[in-house]
């Protein structure tokens, strides 16, 4: 058969993601603060988009306000500042000085520090609170400070500037001294001879590089590092297991002497870092809130106040369009116009899209949202899908980085979606985070002499709540939740009972 060149005609159907749809979808998993950071790099870009200034009833008539009877914030200031004595009036009443009364007031101390009868303040303008409010230092600066007064040569300052670079939140050093050595072309002696002037900086324990290193720099510190605490420090593996048998053969003393040993080490603080600034705290603000409603079910709302809202500025583009002659000039407006239309559409979208994932997550989680997590049902982001209508790969994009505020509390959406573990009666499916509490109450509710271990726990979620669940689920699930083994927790308990008799 001869191969020959032809031309031949087909028709076919495919998708193709055009790079504004690639955006929308991006659009769908931004968190607020993304998103607001995102539309505010296309204002500074698109010359057609604006910010919208508040709502609709901006551009209503106010209503005449009410005539309220209480005092105003500055009228109620006014009259407390008039009730105010002078300084010389109250050192009067004393039969004293004024400078005893007033030692910081100097020579003008005619009047306490105040507005006067117009509301002004002397100067002409009012404090800046902002300049009163006290920050934490940073545990760096804190310790560069110190190494500064207590190291002499330049040398030996810039090993202690790498062994501050090293250190964790904690206080901890993380950086191998032979690193820090080969990086600088220093004796290993001399990094040692810093680290050991460092470990004597406020506060006490920073630059440990273990726990038992920690407490031991505390302990010295107070002068408590005896033998019998170190040998205490020594096997805090022990004391971590609770096994107090072996740990009191290994230190060597009695029952009482150990208990107050251990009270000792309670007062001491194992991350000494934490105590000093280590940046911002961000709050986690929800996207959407959920209120009872008057009829018996629930209200979603989203919270329109992190939302951006922006606007496409017609009529300067039509001002503009007119004058414009350049064909790039052209290009670039239509292009502006057609972004900005495109924009307005996707964040509408993306909410409406956001309200109706968080209807249905509300609606199959009705027995959590009024009962608790007990009855957290098991859900899935295809089952989500199916009832909405919508992909799941779309669902899995609007639940990351959101948050929803409910009456039981603040919860990220992705909390809601849950394995769910098969039913021994037969029954209805039970969410793995249900179990999950479950399991802890079981074990925050047993006795000291009767400690659940996981077959325990298995065989009566089985008879109670009909939970087909197998050992070493069980096992995950508390090693998941930060729950010691039994044996351990057998040794805990244990140990309270005996230290509260001591004491």
């Given at each position: 058969?001869?191969l020959?060149?032809r ?5 076919s159907?495919?998708l193709?993601l ?7 979808i991006?659009l769908?998993?931004l968190?607020?603060l993304?998103?607001?950071?995102f539309?505010?790099?296309e204002?500074?870009r ?7 200034e508040?709502?609709a009833?901006d ?10 009877t209480?005092?105003s914030?500055?009228e109620d ?9 002078d ?7 004393y039969d004293?000085?004024?400078e005893?009364?007033?030692?910081d007031?100097?020579?003008?101390h005619?009047?306490l520090?105040?507005p ?6 002397e100067?002409g ?19 560069e400070?110190?190494a500064?007064m ?7 300052r ?8 090293g250190?964790n939140?904690?206080g901890?050093?993380v ?6 050595a ?6 290993l ?7 050991e002037?460092m470990q004597t ?16 720099l505390?302990?010295?510190?107070r002068?408590r590092?005896?033998?019998i ?5 020594a096997?805090?593996?022990l004391?971590?297991e609770h096994?107090?048998?072996a740990?009191?053969k290994a230190v060597?003393?009695?029952r009482e002497?150990l ?10 603080d194992?991350?000494?870092g ?5 940046g911002?705290?961000e709050?986690?603000?929800p ?14 709302e989203?919270n329109t106040?992190?939302?951006p ?5 017609r009529?300067?583009y039509?001002?503009?369009s007119k004058?414009?002659?350049d064909?790039?000039e052209k ?6 116009l057609a ?6 559409k ?10 109706r994932?968080?209807?249905e ?11 608790g ?5 098991p859900?899935t ?6 009832a909405?209508?919508m ?5 899995s994009?609007?639940t990351?980085?959101k948050?929803?505020?409910t009456?039981?509390g ?8 849950t394995t ?10 039970h969410s793995?985070?249900a179990?999950?509490?479950r ?13 659940l ?11 109670e709540?009909?939970i ?7 096992a ?5 939740m ?9 040794r805990?308990k244990k140990s309270?009972?005996?230290?509260a008799?001591?004491?």
């Amino acid at each position: 058969m001869a191969l020959s060149p032809r031309l031949e005609f087909r028709q076919s159907q495919s998708l193709t993601l055009t790079p504004q749809l690639m955006q929308s979808i991006r659009l769908l998993q931004l968190s607020h603060l993304e998103l607001n950071d995102f539309v505010d790099a296309e204002l500074l870009r698109n010359p057609i988009l604006e910010r919208e200034e508040g709502g609709a009833d901006d551009h209503e008539p106010a209503e005449a306000p009410e005539k309220r009877t209480e005092l105003s914030a500055y009228e109620d200031t006014v009259a407390q500042g008039e009730r105010i004595k002078d300084a010389d009036q109250i050192a009067e009443g004393y039969d004293t000085a004024v400078e005893n009364v007033f030692p910081d007031a100097g020579q003008d101390h005619g009047r306490l520090a105040g507005p006067d009868r117009n509301g002004s303040f002397e100067g002409g303008e009012a404090p800046d609170l902002d300049q009163y409010v006290a920050s934490r230092p940073r545990l760096s600066d804190h310790l560069e400070a110190q190494a500064q007064m207590l190291l002499r040569t330049p040398a030996d300052r810039l090993i202690a500037q790498h062994l501050i670079d090293g250190i964790n939140e904690a206080g901890y050093l993380v950086v191998e001294l032979e690193a820090i050595a080969e990086l600088l072309g220093a004796e290993l002696a001399d990094v040692e001879a810093v680290l050991e002037v460092m470990q004597t900086c406020d506060p006490v324990g920073i630059f440990a590089r273990t726990v038992a290193e920690c407490l031991s720099l505390q302990l010295r510190e107070r002068d408590r590092f005896d033998p019998i605490m170190e040998r205490l420090i020594a096997n805090l593996t022990l004391l971590a297991e609770h096994n107090m048998p072996a740990l009191l053969k290994a230190v060597g003393c009695d029952r009482e002497d150990l208990a107050d040993m251990l009270a000792e080490i309670k007062l001491l603080d194992p991350r000494p870092g934490l105590a000093f600034d280590s940046g911002p705290v961000e709050a986690v603000v929800p996207d959407v809130f959920v209120r009872p409603g008057p009829d018996g079910g629930w209200q979603i709302e989203l919270n329109t106040e992190v939302l951006p809202r922006v606007l496409v500025n017609r009529v300067y583009y039509a001002t503009v369009s007119k004058k414009t002659r350049d064909t790039a000039e052209k290009t670039f407006l239509a292009d502006c116009l057609a972004t900005a239309n495109w924009l307005t559409k996707s964040l509408d979208q993306r909410a409406q899209t956001i309200t109706r994932v968080a209807a249905e997550i509300v609606r199959q989680q009705d027995g959590f949202l009024t009962h608790g997590v007990a009855y957290l049902k098991p859900m899935t982001l295809k089952t989500v899908a199916e009832a909405i209508d919508m992909h799941e790969s779309t669902v899995s994009r609007v639940t990351s980085n959101k948050y929803m505020a409910t009456p039981r509390g603040l919860y990220e959406m992705k909390y809601f979606f849950t394995t769910a573990i098969a039913s021994a009666t037969g029954g209805g499916e039970h969410s793995a985070e249900a179990v999950r509490h479950r399991i802890k109450q079981l074990i925050d509710a047993e006795p000291a002499n009767d400690i659940l271990s996981d077959d325990t726990i298995a065989e009566m979620l089985r008879k109670e709540q009909g939970i087909d669940v197998a050992r070493r689920t069980v096992a995950k699930y508390r090693e998941g939740m930060n729950i010691p083994s039994s044996v351990i927790r057998r040794r805990q308990k244990k140990s309270l009972e005996a230290t509260a008799r001591i004491a």
